[in-house]
């Protein structure tokens, strides 16, 4: 197998917006942890209307403590991978 060197330059603006990326797609890597609805939908890849609807059908796993309804982080992780 051959090796390959790859080199390349980025402005000040792109590594800023690189680094952004990079922190962004760590966070939604996370297994810990609580997300609302906004957050569990851009976890999954799906619409608002899309968790709400699989809520309401008992599809997906969720709490409601004091009536806000959450979503843990690795019983999505679970789901969506028996689920996609």
Same mark, same amino acid.
């Given at each position: ?31 810990? &942890?609580? %997300?609302?609805?906004?957050?569990? +939908?851009?976890? !999954?890849?799906?619409? $608002?209307?899309?968790?709400? *609807?699989?809520?309401?059908? &008992?599809? %997906?796993?969720?709490?409601?403590? +004091?009536?806000? !309804?959450?979503?843990? $982080?690795?019983?999505?992780? *679970? ?6």
């Amino acid at each position: 197998m051959s090796k390959l060197d790859l080199l390349f330059t980025l402005s000040p603006d792109q590594l800023d917006a690189l680094a952004r990326r990079v922190a962004d797609l760590l966070e939604l890597a996370r297994d810990d &942890g609580f %997300l609302d609805s906004a957050g569990a +939908a851009e976890y !999954l890849g799906l619409t $608002r209307k899309a968790v709400y *609807a699989l809520v309401e059908r &008992g599809r %997906l796993p969720h709490q409601r403590p +004091a009536g806000r !309804l959450l979503f843990d $982080r690795r019983e999505l992780r *679970a789901w969506a991978a028996g689920n996609r």
